[in-house]
C-alpha cells in the first residue's frame, strides 16, 4: 500500500511542476500598500500553503483543543473518584 501512496505521490508532483512549466508567466499582485510580481507556480503554492496552515490552525482550534479539554477533565474526574472511598448503603 505504501508503493501505490508513492506513486500517486510522485504523479502529483509531475502534474504540478508540468503545470508550472506550462504557466511560466507572472502574476501581478496588489495589497493596497505595495504591489509586487511574482510567478504564477510561487503564487500557487503561496496559496496552497497558506490554505493548509489556516485549515490546520482551524482544525486545531475547533477539534483539537475541544478533545484536549474534555480529556483532561474526565482525568481530573477519574482521578478523584479514585481517592474517594466508595460509598455504602445503609
Known amino acids: 500500500m505504501r508503493v501505490v501512496w508513492i506513486v500517486v505521490a510522485l504523479l502529483f508532483a509531475a ?14 499582485l496588489d495589497f ?8 504564477k507556480a510561487a503564487a500557487l503554492l503561496a496559496a496552497l500553503l497558506a490554505g ?9 482550534l475547533a477539534v483539537v483543543m475541544p478533545l484536549r479539554r474534555r480529556l483532561a477533565r474526565q482525568r481530573r474526574e477519574l482521578a478523584q473518584r479514585a481517592v474517594a ?6
Open 15 to 28: 502534474a504540478g511542476a508540468v503545470f508550472g512549466a506550462l504557466n511560466g508567466g507572472d502574476v501581478a
Open 32 to 39: 493596497y500598500v505595495v504591489a509586487v510580481t511574482v510567478p
Open 52 to 60: 493548509w496552515l489556516i485549515g490546520g490552525l482551524i482544525l486545531w
Open 85 to 90: 472511598p466508595p460509598r455504602t448503603a445503609e
